[in-house]
Nanobody, 126 residues
Framework: QLVESGGGLVQPGGSLRLSCEAS????????IGWFRQFPGNEREGVAC????????YYDDSVKGRFTVSRDKAENTVYLQLNSLKPEDTALYSC?????????????????????WGQGTQVTVST
């Protein structure tokens, strides 16, 4: 099970840190993706982190503002959101897929993942 937390209401230019905590399995062998969903739209990938060496990848829409990281001791993956804009308002979810062997890449397509959390709402507004 994946559980996200850390969402909330923040002013434009503000920051939030989202957490994706796993229970029942160890995330160290999993690639993790972060996605967001706007009302009435499909999920879109914003960032991911590889299972080997924690190499991140970002969509251009968030590059330079969002940072994905992993804490193996806490069995948690984080998404740091900085310089938030109103258009970042969405439901943010994490997803996981187990990787057998070494992999230094990750994907931000929903089809890349088979474990999903319920999401945490991020609202950027004055």
């Amino acid at each position: 099970q994946l559980v996200e937390s850390g969402g909330g209401l923040v002013q434009p230019g503000g920051s939030l840190r989202l957490s994706c905590e796993a229970s029942g399995f160890n995330l160290k062998d999993y690639a993790i993706g972060w996605f967001r969903q706007f009302p009435g739209n499909e999920r879109e990938g914003v960032a991911c982190i590889s299972s080997t060496d924690d190499i991140p990848y970002y969509d251009d829409s968030v590059k330079g503002r969002f940072t994905v990281s992993r804490d193996k001791a806490e069995n948690t993956v984080y998404l740091q959101l900085n310089s938030l804009k109103p258009e970042d308002t969405a439901l943010y979810s994490c997803a996981a897929v187990e990787i057998v062997g070494s992999s230094y890449i990750c994907g931000i397509w929903t089809s890349d993942y088979d474990h999903w959390g319920q999401g945490t709402q991020v609202t950027v507004s004055t």
